[in-house]
């Protein structure tokens, strides 16, 4: 790639890039807490609550990301309700992000023995408190590499967001990609800023995990 086509292309994807990172920072940590909320309220919640986030999540698994992002960009105007094409694709990510969460909460809780609940009431703490204070906490680190790969996904699955003119580094990279039909280059250096993102991504993650590791309790692999 020669020294001129360097200089339109980089600074493009750069600036992509920094779209990227205001998509995928608060998606992902905004779906984590939501996530978190939606899994242990399936679990825990009486029966019209879980029934409702259980259609909650079978709605935003089951329908494709980029129609719900076509739903609330193109769609939702026509009921009075207008997002810009950030707005949009950040809730889209967030509500389709935590719903995945939510399933593996769901399981990491149904990991959890009853007789913690016991436990916590023995010591006088309310069912909410053993919940949030003992079994979540628990529960969270056992889903945490299942919610990582989730996180891993909503990296890829921002490039998305260029379908409703939010233009990230895909968006970017078509653009110029479109302009001087030099496809295979432009999309080689795509990837490579993705393949960036995920090793941050993952190098953070297992920080994470690290930081959240008790031991003598395991270390999920």
């Not at 920094?18 to 608060?26: C, G, Y």
Request: aromatic letters at 14%; glycine letters at 10%; proline letters at 3%.
């Amino acid at each position: 790639m020669d020294a001129e086509f360097l200089d339109m292309l980089l600074p493009a994807l750069n600036k992509g890039l920094w779209m990227s990172a205001k998509l995928i920072v608060p998606s992902a940590v905004f779906g984590t807490l939501l996530g978190v909320v939606v899994g242990t309220l399936r679990v825990f919640g009486g029966t019209a609550v879980r029934r409702f986030f259980d259609g909650y999540t079978a709605l935003f698994r089951g329908v494709p990301l980029m129609v719900q992002l076509f739903i609330f960009y193109f769609g939702l105007p026509a009921f009075g309700i207008y997002f810009e094409a950030y707005g949009a694709s950040v809730t889209c990510f967030i509500l389709c992000s935590a719903a995945y969460h939510s399933e593996y909460i769901r399981g990491a809780l149904h990991s959890i023995r009853d007789g913690q609940l016991k436990a916590g009431a023995a010591l006088g703490m309310s069912r909410v408190q053993t919940v949030a204070w003992i079994v979540v906490p628990q529960a969270f680190r056992r889903a945490l590499p299942g919610c990582g790969n989730e996180i891993i996904y909503l990296i890829k699955y921002s490039s998305l967001a260029y379908l409703i003119s939010c233009m990230e580094v895909t968006g970017e990279a078509r653009a110029i990609a479109a302009k001087t039909f030099r496809f295979a280059e432009v999309f080689m250096v795509l990837a490579l800023y993705y393949l960036f993102l995920v090793s941050i991504a993952t190098w953070l993650l297992k920080r994470i995990e690290d930081a959240l590791y008790i031991p003598g309790f395991g270390r999920q692999k």
